[in-house]
């Protein structure tokens, strides 16, 4: 997979991510092994220390840890119980509740219009 970067937020933002985007999707599960941070920069095409930046603070929100001598992993929940599916989900859902309120959606049109949706979906499955 590549990786593409906007000049919209931070580069290590981005890749944080993605990482977590990632281990939503299930290509990244808990347990596994991340790759070193050189391997990563070189994937990602960036500076090591972008990377390094990245993984550093996803080690402090709780979605990666380090074993000392083996490098780092998925873990297998976050602070607080929650996880990072829901994380990931909670952030795409803000993004899309946001811009159809600039839109000038109420809530109850909101909902009306993913009720719709999820029902036009399933009935052409």
Same mark, same amino acid.
């Given at each position: 997979?590549?990786?593409?970067?906007?000049? $919209?937020?931070?580069?290590?933002?981005?890749?944080?991510?993605?990482?977590? &985007?990632?281990?939503?999707?299930?290509?990244?599960?808990?347990?596994?092994?991340?790759?070193?941070? /050189?391997? &990563?920069?070189?994937?990602?095409?960036?500076?090591?220390?972008?990377?390094?930046?990245?993984?550093?603070?996803?080690?402090?929100?709780?979605?990666?840890?380090?074993? /000392?001598?083996?490098? /780092?992993?998925?873990?297998?929940?976050?602070?607080?119980?929650?996880?990072?599916?829901?994380?990931?989900?909670?952030?795409?859902?803000?993004? %899309?509740?946001?811009?159809?309120?600039? &839109?000038? %959606?109420?809530?109850?049109? &909101?909902? $009306?219009?993913?009720? /719709? %949706?999820?029902?036009?979906?399933?009935?052409?499955?």
């Amino acid at each position: 997979m590549s990786w593409k970067f906007t000049g $919209e937020t931070p580069i290590y933002i981005q890749i944080m991510d993605e990482i977590k &985007l990632r281990i939503a999707r299930g290509r990244l599960k808990a347990g596994d092994k991340v790759p070193s941070v /050189r391997e &990563l920069a070189v994937m990602a095409g960036v500076n090591p220390n972008t990377m390094q930046k990245a993984l550093s603070e996803l080690e402090r929100e709780g979605v990666l840890y380090s074993q /000392r001598t083996s490098g /780092r992993f998925v873990s297998d929940k976050m602070p607080g119980g929650s996880d990072v599916k829901n994380d990931v989900g909670q952030k795409y859902i803000k993004t %899309y509740v946001d811009e159809m309120r600039l &839109l000038g %959606y109420g809530d109850d049109e &909101l909902a $009306e219009l993913v009720n /719709r %949706y999820i029902e036009e979906e399933r009935e052409n499955e």
